[in-house]
T-cell receptor, first 115, second 113 residues
Framework: EAGVAQSPRYKIIEKRQSVAFWCNPI?????LYWYQQILGQGPKLLIQ????????DSQLPKDRFSAERLKGVDSTLKIQPAKLEDSAVYLC?????????????FGEGSRLTVL | GNSVTQMEGPVTLSEEAFLTINCTYT??????LFWYVQYPGEGLQLLLK?????DKGSNKGFEATYRKETTSFHLEKGSVQVSDSAVYFC????????????FGKGTKLTVNP
C-alpha cells in the first residue's frame, strides 16, 4: 500500500511570506495529524483531524497557521506570515482509526527554512 | 502536565554492543507507551509498543518493558548493527480527553563497524 505522501519536500522562504504544505494520507485512514519538528526536538502535534473534523488544535498558532481537510482525505497546512522560528520539518501522519491510537504512519516530511 | 524524559544523545556504539536508551514519563495515569525510530532520510516509523504494566514490546531485536513502578520504558537491544543507526523517540499516549502522543526529544544512535 502507498505510504503517506507529502509535498513539497523542501521549501525556503523569507519571513513574512506564506507557504502551504500538502499531505495525502494512506487510503482509508480516518485520522490525520500535522506535527512540527524543530531541529533537535521531538515532533509536536499541531492539529489532529478525524475525517474532516478537527479533534485537537490546541497547539496550533492560529494567528498564523491554518489547516484544512476537505472531504476527509488530503490536507493542507498553511503558514501566513512565516516567522524565523517556524523553520522546522512539518510531518504529516495518519492512522486507521481511534482504535489504533498511537500507531501512526508518517510521511517523510516537508522541511521549511525561513530566512 | 504529561511529559516524557528521554536519555540525551548522541550515543555511539560499536557493532554487537549492548544498547540501552532510557525513557521515563510523568506518573499521570497509565499511558500506552511507544518507541518510534527515524532512519536517515526516512519518515518516523513505529518500532514497538506496550499498552499496560509489565507488557513487553519487541521488534527487530529491540525490547522495552512497561515498568509502572518506575514509570519507565527503556529501549534495549543485545547486539546492535550498523543498520540500527537512527534517531529513537519515546512517546507515551495518555487516553481520556485529547489522546495524543507526546514525543521525547529523541536519541541519535550511531553504530560503527
Amino acid at each position: 500500500e502507498a505510504g503517506v505522501a507529502q509535498s513539497p519536500r523542501y521549501k525556503i522562504i523569507e519571513k513574512r511570506q506564506s507557504v502551504a504544505f500538502w499531505c495525502n494520507p494512506i487510503s482509508g485512514h480516518a485520522t490525520l495529524y500535522w506535527y512540527q519538528q524543530i531541529l533537535g526536538q521531538g515532533p509536536k502535534l499541531l492539529i489532529q483531524f478525524q475525517n474532516n473534523g478537527v479533534v485537537d488544535d490546541s497547539q496550533l498558532p492560529k494567528d498564523r497557521f491554518s489547516a484544512e481537510r476537505l472531504k476527509g482525505v488530503d490536507s493542507t497546512l498553511k503558514i501566513q506570515p512565516a516567522k524565523l522560528e517556524d523553520s522546522a520539518v512539518y510531518l504529516c501522519a495518519s492512522s486507521r482509526s481511534t482504535m489504533s491510537l498511537g500507531e501512526l504512519f508518517f510521511g517523510e516530511g516537508s522541511r521549511l527554512t525561513v530566512l | 502536565g504529561n511529559s516524557v524524559t528521554q536519555m540525551e544523545g548522541p550515543v555511539t556504539l560499536s557493532e554487537e554492543a549492548f544498547l540501552t536508551i532510557n525513557c521515563t514519563y510523568t506518573a499521570t495515569g497509565y499511558p500506552s507507551l511507544f518507541w518510534y525510530v527515524q532512519y536517515p532520510g526516512e519518515g518516523l516509523q513505529l518500532l514497538l509498543k506496550a499498552t499496560k504494566a509489565d507488557d513487553k514490546g519487541s521488534n527487530k531485536g529491540f525490547e522495552a518493558t512497561y515498568r509502572k513502578e518506575t514509570t519507565s520504558f527503556h529501549l534495549e537491544k543485545g547486539s546492535v548493527q550498523v543498520s540500527d543507526s537512527a534517531v529513537y523517540f519515546c512517546a507515551p499516549l495518555w487516553e481520556g480527553g485529547s489522546e495524543k502522543l507526546v514525543f521525547g526529544k529523541g536519541t541519535k544512535l550511531t553504530v560503527n563497524p
